[in-house]
């Protein structure tokens, strides 16, 4: 079992849509949850994280943990066609010292469309 | 707004030859990381450096893979000896305090021919 797994899409809403973009994980140890967007050819931008379990909400982004159902999700409320790119969830045990590596999902390619 | 810089944006090279890719982190920042996404897969980790030492290395970081901060801004990545499977973006990045708060360099396009 890959230990973070996400649907590559591709994914296409027109503007306006709520967007859901979802991984799974199979390591019990990961702590902190991130959500990075990534242009075409660009670095990984850092959207949001989260620690454990719950929700944490910025503007029109919504993170959710679930860590009983080794689940995360990113909620995009009325996107925008600035909002299409890749995004991609990475994780990390963070516990202490050396283990603040993160591992990523595939990420997954989003189109909002005018 | 401070950001991770990369250089070269595009370094093109020919199998066996050394590589240097270099990276400016943000400036009080504490941690450093290399990642490289080969086209069309993960982001991978590489390497995690803090307190001038290595912290942390993949399986992917063996012997041909070496980091360094030789002063207090700079932070390279050196391959010794590239072969093709190395063609890769790599990516740098660093973090204050909160380690898994990692901020991304817009990464270094590598090409072994």
């Known amino acids: 079992q890959k230990e973070v797994e996400q649907d590559p899409g591709p994914l296409s809403v027109p503007e306006g849509a709520i967007v859901s973009l979802n991984c799974t994980y199979s390591n019990s140890a990961f702590q902190y949850f991130m959500w990075y967007r990534q242009y075409s050819r660009k670095g990984p931008e850092l959207l949001m994280y989260?620690?454990?379990?719950g929700n944490k909400e910025d503007g029109r982004f919504t993170a959710q943990v679930d860590k009983s159902s080794k689940y995360i999700s990113l909620f995009i409320r009325d996107s925008q066609p600035s909002d299409s790119a890749t995004y991609l969830c990475a994780m990390s045990e963070g516990s202490g010292g050396s283990n603040y590596k993160l591992t990523f999902g595939k990420g997954t390619l989003l189109t909002v469309n005018p | 707004e401070p950001e991770v810089t990369q250089t070269p944006s595009h370094q093109v090279t020919q199998m066996g030859q050394e590589v240097i890719l270099r990276c400016v982190p943000i400036s009080n920042h504490l941690y450093f990381y290399w990642y490289r996404q080969i086209l069309g897969q993960k982001v991978e980790f590489l390497v995690s450096?803090?307190?001038?030492?290595?912290?942390?290395k993949s399986e992917i970081f063996d012997d041909q893979f070496s980091v360094e901060r030789p002063d207090g801004s700079n932070f390279t990545l050196k391959i010794r000896s590239t072969k093709l499977e190395d063609s890769a973006m790599y990516f740098c990045?660093?973090?204050?305090?909160?380690?898994?708060?990692?901020?991304f360099g817009p990464g270094t396009r590598l090409t072994v021919t």
């Open positions: 990045a660093s973090s204050e305090v909160l380690a898994y708060e990692q901020y």
């Open positions: 450096f803090y307190n001038n030492e290595i912290s942390e």
């Open positions: 989260t620690y454990s379990s």
